[in-house]
C-alpha cells in the first residue's frame, strides 16, 4: 500500500514541479529568444544605415565593396539604377545571394505593405527606406533593407539582404540547451521527490505499523482476563456453596482491575499520541514526590523482603514546577518495576539530586536489563525475556514513564549498576520546567 502511494506522490510531486519548472522554462525561452531577435534587428538596422549613408555618399557602386559586404557581414546588396539593375552576373554568386522569386517578393512586400516601391518613378528629394523581415517560399527567412536614393543622374534603388540562418542555428541550439536543462532537472527532480516522499511517509508508516503492533498486543492483553473473567463465570455459575462463589468473585473482580489498569494505560498512550496528554503544572517540592514514593511502597518492600532506602539532598527548600501527579505515577511505575525484579534480600533505592537540574533516580540490585534491551523497554508491551510470565505488567509501564517525562521536556533512561542490577534515571532539563 504504500509503496503505491510512495510512487503516486512522486509522480504528483514531480509533476507538478515539473510543469511550473517548465511553464517558467517556456518564459525563460520566449524572453530570451525575442531579446536576440530584437539584437538581432537593431544590429541590423545599424548596419543598414551604415549601408545607406555609404550609398549616399558614392557616386559609383564597387563591387568590390560589395563583395566585403557579402564576406564580412553577410550581406547580400542589389542596386538598381533608375530601374536596371547593376552588376546582374552577381545575383547568381554566391550561396547566401537570393534567389531572383526572393527578390521579386521582396521588392512586392515593400510596396505593398510598406509604401515604397523602389522602381516608381518619384520628384522625391530625401531618400527613402524601410527595413522588414521576410520569409520565401522555400523556407529561407531574411532581414531586408529596401530604399531609394535620388542622384544626379536619377534614382539609385537597393534591397540589403541579410539572411537569418545563423539566427535560426541559435535558436534551435538555445531551444535544444533549454530542454536538455528541463530533462536533467525532471530527472532530478524525480530522484528529489521519491526521496522527501519516501522521507515524509517513514514516520507515517512507523506509526501504522505502531498502532498495528499495539492493537494487537492490546488484544492479545485483554484477550487473557477476558478468558479467565468467562471461565470464572461459568464457574460461578456451577458453584454450589458460598466460599466457591466468594472465590470466583474474588477472581472476578481482580481481572476486572487488571482490565481497568490496562485500559487506564492504553488511555494515557492515546491522549500521548494526539499530543493531548494534560499537564497540570503547579509549583512543589521533589523531595516531598519521592518521599511519598517511599512510603507508598515501603510495606510492599518490607512484605517482599527487599530494603527500600531513599536518599534526600541536603537542601530542602528545593522547588519545581511540574505535575506532581503525573511525576508521581512515573516514580510509582519505576518502584514498582523495581521491586518485581529485584529477589528477596536485595535492595531498591530512591535517590533525588539537584545541580544543574532535578534528577530522580531508583535503582535496584536485581537482575539488570541487557544492553539489547536498554532502549527497547520503553516500547509499548515490550517486555524483557525475565518479565514475560509476569501478570502484573503489561509491558506499557515505561512506555508511559517516557511520555509523561517528554511531556515534562525531561528524559528518562536506564544505566547498570555495579555489581548487577539496573537504574532508572529522570531528568528535568534546567530553566524549562523548575526553578531553584
Known amino acids: 500500500m ?74 547580400e546588396l542589389l542596386c538598381y539604377d533608375n530601374g536596371s539593375p547593376l552588376y546582374l552576373y552577381h545575383l547568381a554568386g554566391t550561396q547566401t545571394t537570393p534567389g531572383e522569386d526572393c527578390v521579386r517578393l521582396a521588392i512586392d512586400t515593400a510596396a505593398a505593405s510598406y509604401g515604397l516601391d523602389i522602381f516608381a518613378s518619384s520628384d522625391r ?45 541559435q535558436l534551435l541550439m538555445q531551444r535544444l540547451a533549454f530542454l536538455a536543462a528541463d530533462l536533467a532537472a525532471l530527472s532530478l527532480l524525480g530522484v528529489f521527490s521519491w526521496k522527501f516522499t519516501g522521507f515524509m511517509l517513514r514516520p507515517l508508516e512507523e506509526n501504522i505499523k505502531r498502532q498495528s503492533e499495539f492493537v494487537a498486543s492490546a488484544s492479545h492483553e485483554l484477550r487473557t482476563p477476558l478468558a479467565v473473567m468467562q471461565s470464572g463465570l461459568e464457574a460461578l455459575a456451577k458453584a454450589d456453596s458460598d466460599d466457591c462463589r466468594s472465590h470466583f468473585m474474588s477472581i472476578l473482580t481482580q481481572e476486572g482491575l487488571r482490565m481497568q489498569r490496562l485500559i487506564s494505560d492504553m488511555l494515557v498512550l492515546t491522549n500521548s499520541d494526539a499530543h493531548s496528554l494534560a499537564l497540570h503544572m503547579s509549583d512543589c517540592q521533589p523531595d516531598e514526590l519521592l518521599l511519598a514514593a517511599y512510603e507508598k511502597y515501603e510495606l510492599l518492600a518490607a512484605g517482599k523482603g527487599i530494603s527500600l532506602k531513599i536518599v534526600l539532598p541536603e537542601n530542602s527548600s528545593l522547588s519545581c514546577s511540574l505535575d506532581a501527579d503525573r511525576i508521581g505515577q512515573v516514580l510509582s511505575i519505576l518502584v514498582d518495576n523495581a521491586l518485581s525484579y529485584t529477589p528477596e534480600g536485595g535492595t531498591v533505592t530512591l535517590s533525588l539530586s539537584a ?32 518479565s514475560r510470565t509476569s501478570k502484573e505488567h503489561y509491558g506499557l509501564g515505561l512506555c508511559i514513564a517516557k511520555e509523561i517525562v517528554t511531556a515534562h521536556h525531561g528524559k528518562i533512561f536506564v544505566t547498570d ?17 523548575f526553578t531553584l
Open 2 to 75: 504504500f509503496h503505491k502511494f510512495h510512487l503516486q506522490m512522486t509522480l504528483f510531486c514531480t509533476a507538478v514541479t515539473g510543469s511550473i519548472l517548465i511553464l517558467l522554462t517556456f518564459l525563460c525561452l520566449f524572453i530570451s529568444e525575442r531579446s536576440l531577435k530584437e539584437n538581432n534587428y537593431a544590429a541590423f538596422s545599424n548596419e543598414a544605415a551604415s549601408v545607406l549613408t555609404q550609398l549616399q555618399q558614392q557616386d559609383a557602386v564597387s563591387l568590390q565593396w560589395i563583395n566585403q559586404l557579402a564576406e564580412k557581414k553577410q550581406f
Open 125 to 169: 528629394q530625401l531618400s527613402a527606406h524601410t527595413e522588414f523581415e521576410l520569409r520565401d517560399a522555400s523556407g529561407s527567412s531574411y532581414y531586408v533593407s529596401a530604399g531609394t536614393i535620388p542622384k544626379a543622374h536619377g534614382t539609385l534603388s537597393f534591397l540589403l539582404f541579410y539572411p537569418l540562418a545563423d539566427r535560426g542555428r
Open 355 to 386: 545541580a544543574k537540574n532535578v534528577c530522580f533516580t531508583v535503582s535496584d540490585n536485581g537482575c539488570g536489563v541487557p544492553d539489547c534491551d536498554k532502549k527497547l523497554i520503553f516500547e509499548r508491551f515490550y517486555r524483557a525475556e525475565q
Open 417 to 433: 549498576v555495579p555489581g548487577g542490577g539496573a537504574c532508572f534515571s529522570v531528568v528535568l532539563p534546567p530553566g524549562r520546567t
